[in-house]
């Protein structure tokens, strides 16, 4: 099957402004992860859900973000009030259950003006 | 203190060549699993190979190998007979425990090229 979707490809938005990144993992993976990457660096973990709940969002930056999985598949990383800081490559990814690993998307590539 | 190492910011091969990406860790968990990952200009994030803490052997797939020293704490990855596609960024990642957070924590990467 298709591998692990995100959408859009590209954001572009306004400093202050609300985006909504989405995530539509692997048919059948129980674990959805958010990771952030910028520029020159490695992936930064976000929050990680098995199921519908968050197991982890110990690397959510501040209340700005949060992020959901209403029926334990595709999850929104949303984020309130952008900041320039903000401006990142988004990477979702899926595991069929715990310790297997981790497939990623082509994530979003967000950029705060 | 930094979880993941790569000492390397860039590293360049000759086709056909062998390879080594270093990796070092840093955890005080007896279990972990260690993963590289490569990058591709595209973007897109694609395993490679995993090796648990309590894995007798290296791990092997294909022309990845992984160099698993415990006592020294490194994991480094070796690409046989490299290829002008595996021009790439690759990551060293570790995920700690058994029964925590399934979270990765990656090293800064190190940019391989492959010279014609």
């Known amino acids: 099957g298709a591998g692990v979707s995100q959408t859009p490809s590209n954001k572009v938005t306004e400093k202050g402004k609300y985006v909504e990144l989405r995530c539509d993992p692997i048919?059948?993976?129980?674990?959805l992860y958010w990771y952030r990457q910028s520029l020159g660096q490695g992936p930064e973990f976000l929050i990680y859900f098995q199921g519908t709940g968050a197991a982890d969002d110990s690397g959510l930056p501040n209340d700005r973000f949060f992020a959901v999985r209403p029926e334990g598949s595709v999850s929104t990383l949303k984020i309130q009030r952008t900041e320039r800081g903000d401006s990142a490559m988004y990477l979702c990814?899926?595991?069929?259950?715990?310790?297997?690993?981790?497939?990623f998307g082509n994530g979003t590539r967000l950029t705060v003006t | 203190a930094q979880k993941i190492t790569q000492t390397q910011p860039g590293m360049f091969v000759q086709e056909k060549e062998a390879v080594t990406l270093d990796c070092t860790y840093d955890t005080s968990d007896p279990s972990y699993g260690l993963f590289w990952y490569k990058q591709p200009s595209s973007g897109e994030m694609i395993f490679l190979i995993y090796?648990?803490?309590?894995?007798?052997q290296n791990a092997t797939e294909g022309r990845y190998s992984l160099n698993f020293q415990k006592a020294r704490k490194s994991a480094n990855l070796v690409i046989s007979a490299s290829q002008l596609g595996d021009s790439a960024m690759y990551f060293c990642a570790m995920r700690e425990g058994d029964g925590g957070s399934e979270k990765l924590v990656f090293g800064k990467g190190t940019k391989l090229t492959v010279n014609p």
């Open positions: 048919s059948g993976h129980t674990a």
């Open positions: 990814a899926s595991s069929l259950q715990r310790g297997s690993p981790l497939h």
């Open positions: 090796q648990g803490s309590y894995d007798q």
